[in-house]
């Protein structure tokens, strides 16, 4: 096993535009190394990017918040600026891990990672984040909602670094999160839900009902059309066509349909929605 430690993000793209076998970039290592014992240590070459300090920069201002690449939930939970900008970030942060994942964690991996039921990639999908990816070529920005391919797979070339995420601030109607898990902290979700309403419209984002992190388009599209429901079937049924759920170590795929039907159903009786 071989260990990169680049000290500018110049150095960090040079080496992943000339390698010729993978690199494997590592922020916190908080994903990387949980898959330690699995993994065929002889071939493996980590990029660490820990000294990269330009990517640990968060930027709030009146337009949008940038979480560096860098960026760690701690960061957001100790700022009550960004907080205050976007609360969903901090309550779904202190959901994460506990302190010492949160100190070391960061918003990027949790993308990087692919995971379906990443808890950081759900809040940042309802508020429209986008995803910087950079390379020696140059940077492009992606809709956070059109980074997946598949399960664990991405449009991030092998080549390019998410040196940042961008989320719009704009006036929002609605904006709640819920994570439902064995317990409140240390618990991976069984299946979780953000849902935000601002000046774009809905966007009803879930996690661990689909091979990625999902948005409910369809269910998204009746609440544009001012629709109300009466029972929490009437939700489900618009969820079917953008959910595929399975049974795992965690819950059963009827449990997460049920679950998630029933808090969408519950906080749109409540918000008046
Ligand atoms: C005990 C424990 C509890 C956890 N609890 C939760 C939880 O409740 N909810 C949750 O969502 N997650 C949880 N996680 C998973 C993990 O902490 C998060 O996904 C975290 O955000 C990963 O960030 P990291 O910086 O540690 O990523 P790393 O492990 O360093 O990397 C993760 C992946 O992203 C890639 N990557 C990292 N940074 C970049 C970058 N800048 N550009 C391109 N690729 C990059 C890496 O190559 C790797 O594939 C938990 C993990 C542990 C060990």
């Given at each position: ?49 820990s ?25 957001v ?21 506990a ?12 993308i ?62 609605v ?9 409140r ?36 599209r ?52």
């Amino acid at each position: 096993m071989e260990v990169i430690q680049p000290t500018s993000l110049a150095e960090a793209l040079d080496l992943l535009a000339s390698a010729d076998r993978p690199l494997t970039p590592v922020a916190g290592g908080t994903d990387v190394f949980v898959g330690w014992h699995g993994v065929d240590k002889d071939g493996l070459r980590l990029l660490d990017l820990s000294r990269l300090s330009e990517l640990r920069r968060m930027r709030l201002t009146e337009d949008s918040l940038e979480l560096g690449g860098l960026s760690t939930y701690w960061q957001v939970i100790e700022s009550s600026e960004v907080t205050q900008a976007f609360p969903l970030l901090s309550e779904s942060a202190r959901l994460i891990g506990a302190i010492q994942i949160q100190t070391r964690g960061t918003w990027a991996g949790n993308i990087g990672n692919g995971s379906p039921a990443a808890d950081g990639v759900v809040v940042m999908m309802a508020y429209d984040a986008t995803v910087v990816l950079q390379s020696r070529e140059g940077v492009c920005e992606i809709p956070l909602d059109e980074y997946y391919l598949d399960y664990k797979r991405s449009v991030r070339r092998a080549d390019q670094l998410i040196t940042a995420i961008r989320l719009p601030r704009r006036p929002r109607r609605v904006e709640w999160f819920e994570k439902v898990a064995a317990r409140r902290v240390l618990a991976i979700s069984k299946l979780g839900v953000a849902v935000v309403h601002d000046g774009h419209g809905w966007r009803v984002v879930a996690n661990s009902v689909a091979p990625t992190v999902c948005r409910c388009r369809t269910l998204e599209r009746a609440l544009e059309e001012g629709r109300r429901f009466a029972d929490p079937d009437e939700v489900l049924e618009l969820l079917e066509p953008d959910i595929s759920p399975i049974s795992d170590i965690r819950s059963t795929e009827a449990y997460r349909r049920r679950v998630l039907s029933r808090i969408l159903h519950f906080r749109f009786a409540e918000d008046g929605s």
